[in-house]
């Protein structure tokens, strides 16, 4: 298994913008989906973007154009840039890494980083 530890997290205001980073271990990183999901307190653990080992990205809605995912196999990071920040985007976020065809289904990743806080505020 690929070990994650994410980065980033933070207090915004409304509008802002944040880059979450994660790091991996290992030497097969660039054949692995990655995928960032996020918890908010009380509610289950969602889906928020995904970017398969050929480069191809999958959004949820609700941060469609304001979110985008990328990877640098070289450096063995998945970075997360969230532009347009809303109160509703306040969760902790998860980096996963899975299959290299993954999608948005949790069950597509199989190692998980311990979460880094991003709160925004209005």
């Known amino acids: 298994q690929v070990q994650l530890v994410e980065s980033g997290g933070g207090l915004v205001q409304a509008g802002g913008s944040l880059r979450l980073s994660c790091a991996a271990s290992?030497?097969?990183?660039?054949?692995?989906?990655m995928g960032w999901f996020r918890q908010a307190p009380g509610k289950e653990r969602e889906f928020v973007a995904t970017?398969?080992?050929?480069?191809?990205?999958y959004y949820a809605n609700s941060v469609k154009g304001r979110f985008t995912i990328s990877r640098d196999n070289a450096k063995n990071t998945v970075y997360l840039q969230m532009n347009s920040l809303k109160p509703e985007d306040t969760a902790v976020y998860y980096c996963?890494?899975?299959?290299?065809?993954?999608?948005?289904?949790?069950?597509?990743?199989?190692?998980w980083g311990q979460g880094t806080q991003v709160t925004v505020s209005s």
């Open positions: 996963a890494a899975g299959v290299p065809w993954a999608t948005q289904n949790k069950g597509d990743f199989s190692s």
């Open positions: 290992g030497r097969t990183f660039s054949g692995y989906g």
């Open positions: 970017i398969r080992s050929t480069g191809t990205t």
